[in-house]
């Protein structure tokens, strides 16, 4: 008899399955080996023929090998090469060392997510990007770094140790597209993905699963737990449906939930953080910003005003369009003070083809093309002036530096004094374009007069009438592809954050003879759900009371 430890070895042609024992490896013998011959017939299903089932024997042809089937038994074990499919030791080897790395690779990434997803780590990162956000509304943004030498300078340190070093160097001159800033917001990012990855995804898996309980026992040890004797799981089942369950049956056992949603909601929220986080950096890397101060009547283009404010910010072709200033005017209270200010303004294309006019103002800007026109400063031009009938004359105006925000601005008109080696004029000072205040030459008040009314007034023999005060409108224009998106991050934020507050009720239920045993849990609202509970139940012995004087009445009406 062979060994027990022998090895079977098929023929080639036979179609039947060989069984080895895994883990066994015998050396070779040196010594003969003895072998056995079993033969069976081989057997060929076909589509017909006699016998029980269908099933008929059939001779194999000679080209596809014997209709014997040849077993043979071995002492000894066969050489190792024989063994491991030609691969030898080499291969074995190689295999190992294989499932190695990917065992490597596996552990090395399932503790990087772990360390991504860890709650601390990402309250953490949350901290820093908001200290990060109000250090740049304390440092000024985008000044020139002579500024910051001059604010910041290294002999007399701010707070003792913040330099202009301190703050060129990472970046927080422009800190919402520094390294740093967006760096933590790639970080925070991967954290988000990485804890949607492994715990909210399985959480939803896990609660979308039909778990049925077949065991009293599991289900009386729920967080609400009850009996109802009389009972069937059908009752209670019409009855849940009638709360917004949704239930499922399976012989005697009931499973039912609802609120499946609130589960959902925590991939909604991580997943409208990461909008928000990626046009934030949309934003500070791919805008365009520009400001500009144009007279009433003159123009300039899009692309002479605008800067890039990161890598990824690309020139459209829309730049090309010109602005013409048609009007700015402004209006006033009362008591005089500036209420709002308007720029009626003009878009050409190249071709010189209007292509669309609005009057601007605060708070109501001009949006074309993917840029944005804002209304947000205005000043003094020029002011308009005839001297004895000659002229008008355009006389600049130039701002004046006062204590506030109030704004002043003055201008000279020069009269020819031979007599004297300092030039002297009227001097005329406005806070506004609704009226002029007029000084002679040695600086005594001499009148106001509105710009409107053309009165003359008479200054060192000189007439002089003030024609039109010429505004100039501030106009800010940038472009961010980023807002829709923020936008968008934002209402799903706010959606799936109150969606996330439904709670997820689940229910179970067994049919242990006449009695339904009840059990439910839930993962917000636990006192609502146990009240609901209450009262779900007591309908139960009503819906059976109804249904057993529905069945009586049938039998008397029989």
């Known amino acids: 008899m062979p060994s027990p430890t022998c090895y079977l070895l098929l023929n080639p042609a036979c179609s039947c399955r060989s069984y080895q024992r895994p883990g066994l ?30 099933v008929k024997r059939e001779a194999i042809p000679a080209g596809a090998g014997k209709a014997k089937k040849q077993v043979v038994f071995f002492d000894a074990a066969p050489p190792l090469s024989q063994r491991s499919g030609g691969g030898g030791e080499d291969g074995e080897v190689a295999g190992k060392k294989e499932n190695a790395a990917l065992g490597l690779v596996r552990r090395v990434t399932k503790r990087t997510l772990s360390l991504l997803s860890n709650l601390p780590l990402a309250i953490s990162e949350m901290f820093a990007i908001a200290a990060l956000m109000a250090l ?36 927080f001159d422009h800190m919402f597209s520094s390294p740093v800033f967006l760096g933590l917001l790639a970080l925070l990012a991967t954290s988000l993905m990485a804890c949607t990855y492994t715990t909210q995804i399985p959480i939803v898996k896990v609660a979308r699963r039909w778990s049925f309980m077949h065991s009293a026992g599991s289900i009386r040890k729920q967080e609400f737990a009850d009996s109802l004797p009389r009972a069937s799981i059908q009752d209670l089942g019409v009855i849940l449906m009638g709360y917004g369950y949704e239930v499922f049956t399976k012989g005697p056992s009931l499973y039912a939930f609802k609120g499946l949603a609130g589960r959902f909601a925590p991939i909604g929220v991580h997943i409208a953080m990461l909008f928000i986080m990626a046009g934030a950096t949309l934003s500070a890397t791919g805008s365009f910003k520009g400001s500009v101060d144009v007279p009433q009547g003159l123009n300039f283009v899009i692309g002479d005003v605008m800067k890039p404010k990161g890598f990824l910010s690309f020139a459209p072709d829309v730049f090309n369009t010109e602005v013409h200033v048609n009007r700015f005017f402004m209006e006033y209270y009362d008591s005089g003070e500036v209420s709002q200010f308007y720029s009626d303004l003009s878009l050409f294309d190249l071709d010189g083809k209007e292509v669309m006019r609005k009057t601007i103002k605060v708070n109501d800007p001009l949006r074309y093309g993917g840029f944005t026109i804002y209304q947000t400063d205005w000043g003094f031009s020029a002011l308009q002036v005839k001297k004895n009938g000659e002229g008008p004359f355009n006389l600049a105006m130039a701002p004046l530096k006062l204590n506030g925000d109030k704004k002043l601005f003055g201008t000279l008109l020069p009269l ?84 996330s507050y439904l709670s997820h009720s689940q229910i179970w239920a067994l049919q242990d003879g006449s009695t339904v045993v009840v059990g439910g849990k839930t993962n917000r609202a636990k006192l609502e759900f146990s009240e609901e509970m209450n009262r779900l139940l007591d309908k139960v012995p009503e819906l059976i009371s109804v249904n057993e004087n529905t069945i009586d009445s049938k039998q008397s009406a029989a």
């Not at 080996?33 to 023929?49: E, K, L, P, T």
């Not at 001059?150 to 990472?170: A, C, Q, S």
Request: with cysteine.
């Open 416 to 499: 020819e004094n031979s007599g004297s080696s300092n030039v002297k004029g009227i001097s005329m000072l406005a806070r506004d374009l609704q009226s002029i205040v007029l000084y002679d030459q040695e600086g005594k008040f001499v009148g106001v007069r509105r710009p409107s009314s053309k009165l003359p007034i008479e200054i060192d023999g000189n007439e002089i009438v003030i024609e039109d005060a010429i505004g100039s409108t501030g106009l800010d224009l940038k472009t961010d592809p980023g807002v829709p998106i923020v936008y968008a991050g934002f209402g799903a934020l706010m959606l799936t954050t109150c969606i």
């Open 25 to 54: 490896l015998l050396p070779a013998a040196p010594t003969p080996r003895r072998r056995v011959h079993v033969y069976c017939d081989a057997q060929r299903r076909g589509s017909s023929g006699g016998g029980g089932g269908g």
């Open 136 to 171: 740049g509304t304390v440092i000024d943004q985008g000044e020139a770094p002579s500024y910051y030498f001059e604010k910041f300078p290294e002999d007399n340190p701010v707070f003792g140790f913040i330099t202009w070093r301190w703050i060129l160097t990472p970046g």
